[in-house]
């Protein structure tokens, strides 16, 4: 957003005109007239509270800044902000009843409940369920839950969700 920056004639012209305005007759604004040097002593307590306005945006606009504009600004102090990166966790899948060994694919996708957010199953051969030939997880006959790394389809702090948040399983 473009501030609209005040000039100190700016401010004596509009005080000027407001006076005029609600005068039922002709003001003298003469350069050297006492209205004319309290509209000039207002405008200028106007410049410096103006001041203290850019002051404060200067100090505290990464506060209210977002995209190009929070660039713009940690650029003024030779910084560069780090890419977003994609949210990892883990999610635990669960079954009502354990009859037969089920199979959850690297590439599976996991939706929170209002479908806003996606997460993808991630390969870790680190985790017991694990299984190379398969490329997934495998759920045994008798486990009634699972737990697989997951990773977020879209980088950056929007994509944390809360504990319990993905309740969708898209095969």
Same mark, same amino acid.
């Given at each position: 957003?473009?501030? +609209? ?8 012209? &509009?005080?000027?005109?407001? &006076?005029?305005?609600?005068? #039922? ?8 007239? $006492? ?5 000039? =002593? ?7 509270? +103006? ?10 606009? /990464? ?21 977003? @990166? =994609?949210? !990892?966790? $883990?999610?635990?899948?669960? #079954?009502? $009843? =354990? ?20 997460? !993808? @199953?991630? /390969? ?9 030939? +398969? ?8 486990? /009634? ?5 997951? &990773? ?12 319990? =948040? ?6």
């Amino acid at each position: 957003m473009q501030l +609209q920056l005040q000039t100190f004639s700016s401010l004596v012209s &509009v005080g000027a005109a407001a &006076v005029q305005g609600s005068a #039922r007759q002709l003001i003298d604004l003469t350069v050297g007239s $006492t209205l004319r040097a309290v509209l000039e =002593a207002s405008a200028s307590v106007g410049l410096w509270m +103006q001041w203290l306005i850019l002051q404060v945006l200067q100090m505290t606009r /990464a506060a209210t800044s977002a995209g190009a504009d929070l660039d713009s600004w940690v650029a003024d102090f030779g910084l560069v902000r780090l890419p977003p @990166v =994609a949210a !990892t966790g $883990t999610v635990t899948l669960s #079954r009502f $009843t =354990a009859l037969s060994t089920a199979l959850v694919p690297v590439g599976t996708e996991l939706r929170t409940g209002d479908a806003s957010q996606s997460f !993808t @199953v991630v /390969a870790d051969p680190s985790n017991s369920a694990w299984s190379a030939p +398969q490329n997934g997880y495998t759920m045994g006959e008798t486990l /009634a839950t699972l737990t697989v790394p997951v &990773v977020a389809t879209v980088a950056g702090s929007a994509s944390n969700v809360q504990a319990g =948040a993905i309740s969708m399983l898209q095969l």
